[in-house]
């Protein structure tokens, strides 16, 4: 199939180059030229502007919009519309309010198009891993880019199938869903993130402790020096606490045990306030959540080795280099550690 990528970075040219490499003809357009010209090179055609990108494409268009959430996604979907032709679809595959995404897709819908909310987990090891995808949208326009999902989606892989899946959804099973209508998609996306807080959250407190066995504070004889990167190492053999986020710790320990390369300055993106949000809005307790939002709050003044771990787990799925660092970012060694040390596709 041909699809339309705007927004070329870390997530958006990856998205391009893994469905080029599964056949896909794939028009790109980027504000900078450099990831236009890049991905011109690996067999994209690079349009210089969205008029552009949009004459390259045969009906039904489809195009991704690949953005940060706010003001540039909306005035991007505003010049598409005047653009694009009935029976065309737009996708949002950033992390956009869901809220957003109910009004946009009714306003469209008005004129002729189809739109399509896609929550995109996966970060920069999509190209090799594959994105989880959590898509919202009107059925019949999610059927047709069926071919597109799925070649982003990681596939079963080496998981094990879960016992009592027959005659349920096998798309879930290849990694990515049509989960509702208009905003469903990135509903869903926004509370896995908001878990993520929480999941974030307590293996860095965990680790926290774990440091400070050794304190002064304690009677000598209670003192122990722990291995970080041992015990994250055996703790992703066979644990129960075993997970993506532990790998991805412990490739970070093992290259800089005391993480000193990491401020512990930590943002939030949005979708764990909009998450606190919804459980206001439905009256469900939060408790892990919510108190894992406000420790990022709280380590933009304050930092301590948990919030260097959580800085740490941030660079290793998504490549962000928090701000206030001791150093202005983690250095090569460690960002070459953290490629070469890609978990295997699932």
């Given at each position: 199939?041909?699809?339309?990528?705007?927004?070329?970075?870390?997530?958006?040219a990856n998205i391009a180059r893994r469905l080029m490499k599964a056949g896909h003809q794939t028009v790109v357009f980027d504000i900078n030229a450099a990831p236009r010209d890049a991905l011109a090179k690996d067999g994209a055609a690079?349009?210089?502007?969205?008029?552009?990108?949009?004459?390259?494409?045969?009906?039904?268009?489809?195009?991704?919009?690949?953005?940060?959430?706010?003001?540039?996604?909306?005035?991007?979907?505003?010049?598409?519309?005047?653009?694009?032709?009935?029976?065309?679809?737009?996708?949002?595959?950033?992390?956009?309010?869901?809220?957003?995404?109910?009004?946009?897709?009714?306003?469209?819908?008005?004129?002729?198009?189809?739109?399509?909310?896609?929550?995109?987990?996966?970060?920069?090891?999509?190209?090799?891993?594959?994105?989880?995808?959590?898509?919202?949208?009107?059925?019949?326009?999610?059927?047709?880019?069926?071919?597109?999902?799925?070649?982003?989606?990681?596939?079963?892989?080496?998981?094990?199938?879960?016992?009592?899946?027959?005659?349920?959804?096998?798309?879930?099973?290849?990694?990515?869903?049509?989960?509702?209508?208009?905003?469903?998609?990135?509903?869903?996306?926004?509370?896995?993130?908001?878990?993520?807080?929480?999941?974030?959250?307590?293996?860095?407190?965990?680790?926290?402790?774990?440091?400070?066995?050794?304190?002064?504070?304690?009677?000598?004889?209670?003192?122990?020096?722990?291995?970080?990167?041992?015990?994250?190492?055996?703790?992703?053999?066979?644990?129960?606490?075993?997970?993506?986020?532990?790998?991805?710790?412990?490739?970070?320990?093992?290259?800089?045990?005391?993480?000193?390369?990491?401020?512990?300055?930590?943002?939030?993106?949005?979708?764990?306030?909009?998450?606190?949000?919804?459980?206001?809005?439905?009256?469900?307790?939060?408790?892990?959540?919510?108190?894992a939002l406000f420790t990022r709050f709280r380590s933009r003044q304050d930092h301590n080795f948990a919030e260097k771990m959580l800085s740490a787990m941030r660079f290793g799925f998504g490549g962000h280099v928090e701000g206030h660092?001791?150093?202005?970012?983690?250095?090569?060694?460690?960002?070459?550690?953290?490629?070469?040390?890609?978990?295997?596709?699932?």
């Open positions: 199939m041909q699809l339309g990528i705007i927004g070329l970075g870390r997530m958006g690079a349009a210089t502007s969205l008029a552009e990108l949009v004459q390259k494409l045969e009906a039904p268009r489809a195009v991704w919009v690949m953005l940060p959430a706010g003001s540039i996604t909306q005035s991007t979907i505003d010049k598409l519309a005047t653009l694009l032709s009935p029976g065309d679809t737009i996708i949002d595959g950033g992390n956009t309010y869901y809220k957003d995404d109910i009004r946009r897709a009714k306003v469209l819908a008005e004129a002729g198009f189809h739109y399509i909310d896609v929550g995109t987990s996966g970060g920069v090891w999509g190209l090799e891993r594959g994105y989880c995808m959590m898509i919202g949208g009107p059925k019949e326009a999610v059927d047709r880019l069926d071919p597109i999902f799925s070649t982003l989606a990681p596939g079963i892989g080496t998981i094990p199938r879960t016992p009592g899946r027959d005659g349920h959804d096998p798309r879930a099973e290849q990694g990515y869903i049509h989960a509702g209508p208009s905003g469903a998609g990135h509903f869903v996306k926004m509370i896995h993130n908001g878990i993520e807080y929480g999941m974030m959250q307590a293996y860095a407190e965990g680790f926290d402790i774990l440091k400070n066995k050794m304190s002064t504070d304690l009677p000598a004889d209670e003192r122990f020096t722990l291995n970080m990167a041992d015990i994250s190492e055996v703790w992703r053999r066979g644990s129960v606490v075993s997970s993506w986020l532990l790998d991805l710790s412990a490739i970070a320990l093992a290259k800089d045990p005391g993480l000193d390369n990491f401020s512990g300055f930590v943002q939030d993106s949005g979708e764990g306030r909009w998450t606190v949000e919804a459980a206001i809005e439905e009256a469900v307790p939060v408790d892990v959540l919510a108190t660092a001791s150093a202005d970012s983690p250095p090569a060694t460690l960002v070459a550690a953290v490629a070469a040390g890609a978990p295997a596709k699932e």
